[in-house]
């Protein structure tokens, strides 16, 4: 059974930047598409960022993290880059991916995901 282990988290101020990492255990095979989610309490899980097999990174292009956030992949390791952190970007992170290659056209949507991370809290405080 695929594993995904997210890791980087942290307690940070504003402005500050966090690399978060999303590393697969258990069975490794090739994910098509690898993303990121992040979900604050009382609200939606959002899509963040992704990184397709064959397409290249793709980022939300919500206000809140266009310009800021960027994503990149090395093998079956995916990692978020977050800078200028704000109080807003509060919230568990969740890495998620699927093998199947359709999952590609759909890639900002939650329900296109097999594999979840437990997920990693980033919390932005003064």
């Known amino acids: 059974q695929a594993q995904l282990v997210e890791s980087g988290g942290d307690l940070v101020r504003p402005g500050d930047s966090l690399r978060l990492s999303c590393a697969p255990s258990?069975?490794?095979?090739?994910?098509?598409?690898m993303a990121w989610f992040r979900q604050a309490p009382g609200k939606a899980r959002e899509f963040v960022a992704a990184f397709i097999s064959r397409g290249g990174a793709r980022i939300s292009n919500s206000e809140s993290v266009k310009g800021r956030f960027s994503v990149s992949r090395d093998r079956n390791t995916l990692y978020l880059q977050m800078n200028n952190l704000q109080f807003a970007d509060t919230a568990v992170y969740y890495c998620?991916?699927?093998?199947?290659?359709?999952?590609?056209?759909?890639?900002?949507?939650?329900?296109?995901?097999?594999?979840w991370g437990q997920g990693t809290q980033v919390t932005v405080s003064s």
């Open positions: 258990g069975d490794t095979s090739n994910y098509y598409v």
């Open positions: 998620a991916a699927d093998r199947r290659s359709d999952a590609r056209a759909y890639y900002y949507n939650a329900a296109s995901y097999t594999y």
